[in-house]
């Protein structure tokens, strides 16, 4: 058996193990609980596919009857992964497949898998075809939420969601969408950039998942994918408190494995008790997420028509516009503030600024009535008046923090505040607009192992120290001094402050309790 091999028997036993674990684990705690029950440890790809729809046949409640009678069945798995990813990308397109465009496909991707070297390609019968088809239920294929068989023009279809969404309040109507956020990118060259070359157009990017419902009163937290597992700037964060979910693969951009670990949250966040309705685009990954893990029967999971995202998507609105303009606002100030201090922000930043922005962006940057209004603006209920947004046009106050940014770095004058906002290319999925079939091989086939770090995120990183409980007890007295003598301060600034203060000692009081009974016992 080979490194990487895993039988069914033992793939059976990590998808029941992934499946009674709460919270659920991520990739890498698979790969470990694999390696001590085994003795051999997996690679991310070999996980990622076994934890797939592809072997839920091993789900029932006899597995090992199940495994013998769906095992001759299972003679090539890898081509029929890969298979089933270019079937998914076809549909998310629009199209549709035959069963000679299947028998071709499967000839194309035999030479390609390493595992099969040296092995003729099959014929690939008749026989073969429907039994792959049965297995992937192709041939009654239909992702949740689609309208009908026979396609529909985008404003039928639009006719039809409208009925949909009329049956629900408006805050029980969601809408979730990706986007890229070059986080360390600058405006155009100047002091900044001069002191390390080539970093003008830094497209470090990481991706975020944001959804939230239509009246602004819930935003989930946002899941920001980037390429490093563990970036150093990020270690000792409590990300969850910042309201966020970290995760990573190598292109920092939502995969299948993630959706699937997206819509199990948003299952969670809903519960059993409430009715909603999810409006999602017809992006591959969530439709191979949503494939493999069905909503439950309170929550409809609906598709917008294939693109028309720019018109009836919410947040492609004006939602994701407003985020991203006020993230950038802090970025500026920050660079301000370096510039202030004879300092280079593009080596005083990291990932731990980063992602507290990118928090305050969400949660604090962006109103309700923002979010409502661009709901509005999609139209996705019926009767519904035309809507006049708010200027997303930058604030006087965000032009004037650039034009300091401008003249404090020296920046040329050829990138103006708004091209700024908008960056090129930052919302470019990777391989969402055409099927890279040497890509998606190897995604199935290679070594493809946790990025633990990644040198783009992290070179140079300057580490920020946690506070200490000291800094943070002198931190919360300034504060309360600051209050105290202000004109505009109330009762309620001053208590919150001091329910922050009495926070720290408490911990601070239990720590060291903790430490002293530590010694006691070692």
């Given at each position: 058996m080979t490194r990487n091999a895993i039988n069914d028997v033992e793939r059976s036993a990590l998808r029941r193990w992934v499946k009674n674990t709460k919270p659920t684990p991520r990739q890498i705690d698979a790969i470990r609980w694999f390696q001590q029950q085994y003795g051999r440890r997996l690679n991310q790809s070999s996980v990622s596919a076994s934890l797939g729809p592809s072997y839920a046949h091993l789900d029932g409640p006899d597995p090992i009857s199940s495994l013998t009678s769906r095992k001759r069945q299972s003679k090539w798995p890898l081509l029929e992964a890969i298979?089933?990813?270019?079937?998914?990308?076809?549909?998310?397109?629009?199209?549709?497949?035959?069963?000679?465009?299947?028998?071709?496909?499967a000839k194309d991707v035999w030479p390609l898998i390493p595992q099969y070297q040296g092995q003729a390609t099959p014929e690939f019968s008749n026989?073969?075809?429907?039994?792959?088809?049965?297995r992937h239920n192709i041939q009654s294929h239909r992702r949740h939420g689609e309208a009908a068989d026979v396609p529909q023009s985008t404003e039928a279809q639009m006719s039809s969601i409208r009925v949909l969404c009329a049956e629900y309040a408006e805050k029980d109507i969601f809408n979730m969408d990706e986007t890229g956020l070059f986080w360390r990118q600058a405006p155009s060259s100047g002091l900044a950039t001069q002191a390390r070359a080539g970093r003008k157009n830094d497209k470090t990017r990481i991706s975020l998942a944001c959804c939230c419902n239509y009246d602004g009163t819930e935003r989930l937290p946002l899941w920001a994918i980037g390429k490093a597992a563990r970036p150093h700037a990020l270690r000792r964060v409590n990300i969850e408190a910042l309201g966020m979910v970290w995760k990573s693969n190598?292109?920092?951009?939502?995969?299948?494995?993630?959706?699937?670990?997206?819509?199990?949250?948003?299952?969670?966040?809903?519960?059993?008790?409430?009715?909603?309705?999810?409006?999602?685009?017809?992006?591959?990954?969530?439709?191979?997420?949503?494939?493999?893990?069905?909503?439950?029967?309170n929550i409809k999971v609906q598709f917008l028509p294939p693109n028309s995202t720019s018109q009836y998507q919410p947040l492609d609105q004006g939602i994701i516009a407003a985020f991203k303009q006020s993230y950038r606002k802090q970025w500026i100030?920050?660079?301000?503030?370096?510039?202030?201090?004879?300092?280079?922000?593009?080596?005083?930043?990291?990932l731990n600024f980063a992602v507290g922005w990118v928090s305050y962006a969400w949660f604090e940057g962006l109103s309700n009535q923002t979010i409502f209004n661009c709901f509005r603006k999609a139209k996705i209920k019926p009767s519904e008046e035309p809507v006049t947004l708010v200027s997303l046009l930058p604030s006087q106050e965000l032009q004037d923090l650039y034009q300091e940014a401008q003249q404090l770095g020296n920046f040329s004058n050829d990138?103006?505040?708004?091209?700024?906002?908008?960056?090129?290319?930052?919302?470019d999925a990777p391989g969402e607009d055409s099927f890279?079939?040497?890509?998606?091989?190897?995604?199935?086939?290679?070594?493809?192992c946790l990025v633990e770090e990644d040198e783009e995120e992290e070179s140079e990183v300057i580490p920020v120290a946690s506070p200490t409980y000291a800094e943070a007890e002198a931190a919360v007295d300034v504060?309360?001094?600051?209050?105290?003598?202000?004109?505009?301060?109330?009762?309620?600034?001053i208590n919150n402050l001091?329910?922050?203060?009495?926070?720290?000692?408490?911990?601070k009081t239990s720590d060291t309790v903790q430490g002293t009974l530590d010694s006691w016992l070692t």
């Open positions: 298979l089933y990813d270019w079937q998914l990308f076809i549909e998310s397109q629009g199209g549709d497949t035959s069963d000679d465009a299947i028998l071709l496909k026989g073969w075809l429907s039994k792959y088809k049965r190598t292109k920092a951009w939502m995969t299948t494995v993630i959706m699937r670990e997206w819509l199990q949250s948003f299952y969670d966040w809903i519960g059993t008790s409430r009715s909603v309705v999810l409006l999602l685009d017809n992006f591959s990954a969530h439709a191979k997420g949503l494939d493999s893990l069905p909503p439950p029967p100030r920050f660079m301000v503030d370096c510039y202030g201090r004879e300092q280079n922000p593009l080596t005083e930043t990291n990138e103006d505040l708004e091209h700024f906002l908008k960056a090129a290319g930052e919302d890279d079939l040497a890509q998606v091989v190897a995604l199935h086939t290679q070594e493809d504060l309360l001094k600051f209050h105290t003598h202000a004109e505009r301060s109330t009762t309620d600034h001091r329910a922050i203060q009495s926070r720290i000692r408490l911990w």
